[in-house]
């Protein structure tokens, strides 16, 4: 515990030294490094305990956590068509849930900051929401629709801070007059760049994805000036999310008003992250070549490693949209996003099971699996190092030697 302790109080020094500015959120004294949800289980407990233990902000992906623990998927794994088989998937999720909050927690040691990532898109996103407060989680983060109704289902925990997930002035400017309506403000906003971000991305189409409006030298400034305007200058930190890749990128984005910096991807490949070594090796040697995006089922544009399974969707994608007729029966048996392009058979969106897709990647199945993926160059290249490295380098610039 006292080196813990030691190795946050020196990386929080390294970032004052490095003329980087540290934060608070919630009460909590912070590096400006967030550390993104990225699921189906990829960050848990595990990881985002790991980050947060050094003075960042560690998030937990909600995403279908039954499949990290044993019991949990025991007992619902192979359910088949029994009529509560859903609810029974629902609940052991829930119960995962806790259970990776409280490792995080423990991991913790009081420092930093636990968040928990929900989408908007998820069917559970409310009792999943309500859940990750009841158990502990200092910040709740929502993307992949807009939460209107988040400070409705936050009102009786106060103390929980609230961040939306954006990307652009626009949603920015909606989602805070709406917020304002209801008595409370974003205690932060991630910004993420749709060009730069994985997994599900924060514009309408894949032809909209290299739009300037999402530049950070766009939209931080535009989101700033509308602050200024509507008098809450200061209140809402900036959380700059997509192509962060050292030292430098942190203090461009803090130049331009971002308070903190959010990554995915340099931390799934960290030794601590709770994903299988095979699925960090695939993140690690892929590079921009090997990338591609195409559109999820749930009707976002998503960025993804060019996998064996991938490659061979997109050939069939054709063929399995024009074969699209009305409703199926899920394949999974529990209802994982409220809409689905592969069950509600809507035109134009996915046509998987990404539940299905993302647990084979969880597990490493490389021939498989569905490995989102940023458009950013990883620090350490094919090396797998932990997370103290990786804030090592962020935050100072330090490259450590070779394992």
């Keep these: 515990m006292t080196d813990d302790v030691e ?15 540290n934060w608070t959120l919630a009460g909590r004294d ?22 947060a233990g050094l003075g960042g902000v560690g998030t937990v992906s909600s995403v279908d956590l ?28 829930l119960e995962a849930l806790g259970r990776e909050i ?43 629709g807009l939460p209107l109704d988040l400070p409705d289902l936050a009102r009786e925990h106060p103390g929980v ?33 749709p060009r730069l971000a994985g997994g599900h991305l924060g514009a309408a189409r894949v032809a ?5 409006r999402f530049d950070f030298e766009v939209v931080l400034p535009q989101v700033q000036d509308f602050f200024r305007s509507a008098g809450i200058e200061g209140r809402i930190p900036l959380i700059a999310a997509g192509g962060v890749e050292g030292l430098e990128d942190i203090r461009r984005l803090q130049s331009l008003g971002a308070t903190a910096v ?17 699925f960090k090796r695939v993140l690690a040697e892929a590079g921009p070549e090997d990338l591609v995006e195409f559109t999820s089922v749930a009707g976002l544009p998503a960025r993804a490693v060019r996998t064996p399974w991938l490659a061979k969707y997109l050939r069939l994608e054709p ?11 899920c394949t999974m048996r529990f209802d994982c996003l409220a809409r689905c392009g592969l069950r509600d058979g809507t035109p134009g969106w996915g046509k998987f099971c990404i539940d299905k897709m993302l647990g084979h990647a969880l597990s490493g199945r490389i021939e498989q699996g569905l490995f989102f993926r940023g458009a950013g160059r990883l620090p350490f290249g094919r090396e797998i190092r932990p997370v103290r490295d990786l804030m090592l380098w962020l935050l100072g610039g330090l490259q450590p030697t070779a394992a």
């Excluded at 990307?167 to 910004?191: H, N």
């Excluded at 063929?319 to 199926?328: N, Y």
């Design 262 to 278: 959010q990554l995915g991807t340099a931390f799934a490949v960290t030794a601590e992250c709770d994903a299988a070594p095979a």
């Design 208 to 212: 909209d994805l290299g739009d300037p």
């Design 319 to 329: 063929r399995l949209q024009a074969k699209t007729h009305g409703e199926t029966a």
């Design 102 to 144: 409280a490792k995080a927690q423990r991991l913790a040691g009081g420092r930093g900051l636990i968040a928990v990532n929900v989408m908007k898109a998820l069917s559970a996103y409310e009792p999943q929401v309500r859940h990750a407060m009841a158990c502990g989680a200092d910040a709740l983060v929502v993307g992949a």
């Design 161 to 193: 801070a609230l961040i939306p997930i954006l990307s652009d002035a626009r949603g920015v400017q909606l989602v805070v007059r709406k917020w304002e309506k209801k008595g409370r403000l974003p205690d932060a906003i991630v910004i993420e760049h």
């Design 66 to 93: 039954r499949r990290l623990h044993p019991d949990l998927w025991a007992q619902t794994s192979q359910l088949g068509t029994a009529a509560d088989a859903g609810p029974r998937i629902d609940a052991a999720n």
């Design 7 to 21: 190795q946050a109080a020196a990386l929080r020094a390294l970032a004052e030294a490095s003329g980087l500015r």
């Design 30 to 51: 912070l590096l400006p490094v967030v550390q993104g949800g990225m699921g189906v289980g990829i960050s848990a407990g595990g990881l985002a305990g790991a980050v």
